[in-house]
Nanobody, 130 residues
């Protein structure tokens, strides 16, 4: 069983920064990958960043490339999303998610679709005001 706990959400003005953290616990082997997915009420979930923990390779959606940075600590099983130059359209609930074991991606060289993850955190709200 895997537990994912997010922290770090909040409110910020446009142009500001926030840092989201996700702590993974429970029993799992090293072959996993993780990502952040966000959801705006009434809209579908959107994968914004993904990391292959074995290689460290990261992928970002076009909407956040150049502004968000994903990092992963293999020893501590933590995932961090540094969000800079935030925009009002970044307002959403952000979820940490894990794909265990790390399966081949449906679409290579990109973020994962939400249904490719099998463990989810409870979500943390990010609100960006103009």
């Amino acid at each position: 069983q895997v537990q994912l706990v997010e922290s770090g959400g909040g409110s910020v003005q446009a142009g500001g920064s926030l840092r989201l953290s996700c702590a993974a616990s429970g029993y799992f082997h090293s072959d996993y990958c993780m990502g952040w997915i966000r959801q705006v009420p009434g809209k579908e979930r959107e994968g914004v960043a993904h990391v292959y923990t074995n290689s460290g390779r990261t992928y970002y959606s076009d909407s956040v490339t150049g502004r968000f940075t994903l990092s992963h600590d293999n020893a501590k099983h933590t995932l961090v999303l540094q969000m800079n130059s935030l925009k009002p359209e970044d307002t959403a609930v952000y979820y940490c998610a894990m794909n265990l074991p790390c399966s081949p991606p449906r679409i290579p060289y990109g973020t994962r679709a939400p249904d490719e993850y099998n463990y989810w955190g409870q979500g943390t709200q990010v609100t960006v005001s103009s």
